[in-house]
């Protein structure tokens, strides 16, 4: 029976790159010359720490972060941005959460969404990720264009297709 995977991952070397960029660009730029502004990854708890003097030049490099996660390719739909917290002398800081792998309830929507859709398909949750079966290759392709026509609001990829 053909089967494929619903997953919600982030590319980590794009993130990398991305990241890179970012620094690079800091760097750079005339705006930010002289100022301590900081973009720091966790690669390990999927997080990216900035840092500056003030919320204006935290915004500032919010927004080149954001600029080359796009262009890289990831998806904006997995990187939830943390409200900025300001330190009594003046800092701030704010934090950049990725999620990896979809979460027990955002995938049991999903699931019931494709039950609801009708097609004669099997969905089951295994780890983070959903096990998609069918009798024939075009139910299949009704559930990928059913869930790229929804909103999930987080990125989903389909793979693992197998006949």
């Known amino acids: 029976m053909p089967s494929f995977d619903i997953t919600s991952e982030v590319d980590k070397q794009e993130l990398d790159n991305a990241i890179n960029q970012a620094v690079k660009e800091l760097a750079t730029r005339f705006d930010f010359k002289g100022s301590t502004a900081r973009i720091e990854l966790d690669a390990k708890e999927s ?7 003030d919320a204006s030049r935290v915004r500032g490099v919010h927004d080149i972060v954001i600029g080359k996660l796009s262009k890289r390719g990831v998806d904006l739909r997995n990187v939830e941005s943390k409200d900025a917290t300001i330190s009594p002398l003046g800092h701030a800081t704010q934090e950049l959460l990725i999620k990896q792998g979809l979460d027990g309830e955002k995938a049991k929507e999903i699931v019931r969404a494709i039950k609801d859709k009708g097609l004669k398909v099997q969905s089951t949750l295994q780890e983070r990720q959903i096990r998609v079966t069918g009798k024939n290759r075009d139910d299949l392709q009704a ?10 609001e987080v990125g989903l990829a389909f793979g693992n297709f197998r006949d």
Not at 47 to 53: D, G, N, Q, R, S
Not at 143 to 152: D, E, G, L, M
């Open 143 to 152: 559930v990928i264009a059913f869930c790229r026509s929804k909103n999930f």
């Open 47 to 53: 997080k990216i720490k900035l840092t500056a003097e």
